[in-house]
């Protein structure tokens, strides 16, 4: 097994939140990160999307996942995302572009406290699936125990 081939396996047996360190090329004329499959997360990417222009004070999410695990990233600006897994809740700030943060399936995840101009990229593992939500508290816990 190489190097990343551990470090991926040992996030997808832990399932839990964490924050990844993505590559970070310096160059004199801008940095460059970059994220690949199944080497710096631990799942094929089938669907992308980007929140930006938050009003102050708005909070995105709020929900989770049957089977989705989402990568995120704080492109530009900066962002909470709180994590709850039905038996506690973490606060993940993310604020450089060569960090991001892994959400196994089945945590409920809020982002709020946006800074102006930031831009939250969002990769998915399943492509758009409105009955993979969960958009009840209540529900995701009820399921969480089963």
């Known amino acids: 097994m190489s190097p990343n ?3 991926i396996a ?3 047996n832990s399932k839990e939140p964490q924050i990844i360190q993505l590559p970070k090329i310096p160059d004199r004329r801008g940095n460059l990160s970059f994220i690949e499959s199944g080497n710096h997360i ?3 990417i089938e669907r992308c999307h980007w929140i930006y222009d938050v009003p102050g004070g708005e909070k995105r999410g709020g929900h ?3 089977t989705t695990e989402e990568f ?3 492109l530009s600006g900066s962002f909470d995302v709180v994590v709850n897994d039905s038996k506690e809740e973490k606060t993940y700030h ?3 572009s060569y960090y991001g943060l892994y959400i196994p399936a089945m945590n409920w995840r809020t982002m709020e406290n946006f800074s ?3 831009l939250a990229l969002v990769l998915s593992s399943t492509k758009y699936d409105a009955d993979d939500y ?3 508290f209540e529900k995701f816990k009820y399921l969480k125990i089963e």
Request: hydrophobic share 40%; proline share 4%.
């Open 10 to 12: 040992t996030i997808m």
């Open 134 to 136: 969960l958009r009840e």
């Open 5 to 7: 081939t551990e470090y």
């Open 72 to 74: 995120i990233v704080a």
């Open 42 to 44: 631990p799942f094929d």
């Open 94 to 96: 993310l604020n450089r």
């Open 116 to 118: 102006t101009n930031s």
């Open 64 to 66: 989770a996942y049957r």
